[in-house]
């Protein structure tokens, strides 16, 4: 357990529906990372927080996706009208300023099934 | 970030060393060699990552040859717990605001 936690676990819903996700990440870390993986396949990036301030999105991000940090403590990622395709695992990072960007906790992730 | 090569799966015997090599032959001189770890349904953990020196910790050991072009995670003593997703990232530490990129990786298997 890192200390970085994301509700639901799974999740099914059916294609066209929203679904919000949340991660709580570890208390002192200002910066939080939203991911994305399917089978077989490595994360990928989507957006980065940098406390309350969204500063990157990656290009994987559609106007279907939105990501919010209020308050710079958790982080909610929405996606709407679903697609087949957006079924994957996504997963939430977090890591502290002082140490390396590149060093992230990583939460259990949101398995999403759109059926 | 530099591009990574790793072979795609791997199998050790439970109590050996396993070695994990990654091929980054295009590293830059300021980018660093970092190594993650991903256990079946969980999410990826970080392991090590290093510049040039050969580093250790509690998890493991990373040794980057002379010319930098290839890194190799070694794990002393593996046990089952072990067996995972590994995955060589090569990137400038602190540069840009972007997240990690994620190949592949080696699926390494522990055999009791």
């Known amino acids: 357990d890192t200390g970085v936690s994301q509700d639901p676990r799974h999740k099914i819903t059916k294609r066209g529906q929203n679904v919000t996700f949340r991660c709580d990440p570890i208390?002192?870390?200002?910066?939080l990372y939203w991911y994305r993986q399917t089978l077989g396949q490595g994360p990928e990036f989507l957006t980065y927080?940098?406390?309350?301030?969204?500063?990157?999105k990656s290009r994987l991000l559609s106007d279907r996706f939105s990501a919010e940090r209020p308050k710079g403590s958790f982080s909610t990622l929405e996606i709407q009208r679903t697609e087949q395709g957006d079924s994957a695992m996504y997963l939430c990072?977090?890591?502290?300023?002082?140490?390396?960007?590149?060093?992230?906790?990583f939460g259990p992730g949101t398995r999403l099934l759109v059926l | 970030d530099a591009k990574t090569t790793q072979p795609p799966s791997m199998d050790c015997a439970e109590g050996r060393a396993a070695n994990l090599p990654c091929n980054h032959s295009t590293i830059s001189g300021n980018e660093y060699v970092y190594w993650y770890r991903q256990i079946h349904s969980q999410g990826p953990q970080y392991i090590i990552h290093g510049l040039k020196n050969n580093e250790t910790n509690e998890m493991a050991s990373l040794i980057i040859t002379e010319d930098r072009k290839s890194s190799t995670l070694i794990l002393p003593h593996a046990t089952l717990r072990d067996t995972a997703v590994y995955y060589c990232i090569v990137r400038v530490e602190g540069g840009g605001a972007d997240g990690l990129t994620f190949g592949k990786g080696t699926h390494l298997i522990i055999q009791p």
């Open positions: 208390s002192e870390h200002n910066r």
């Open positions: 927080f940098q406390n309350e301030a969204q500063l990157e």
């Open positions: 990072a977090s890591s502290p300023l002082g140490r390396s960007r590149e060093t992230q906790y």
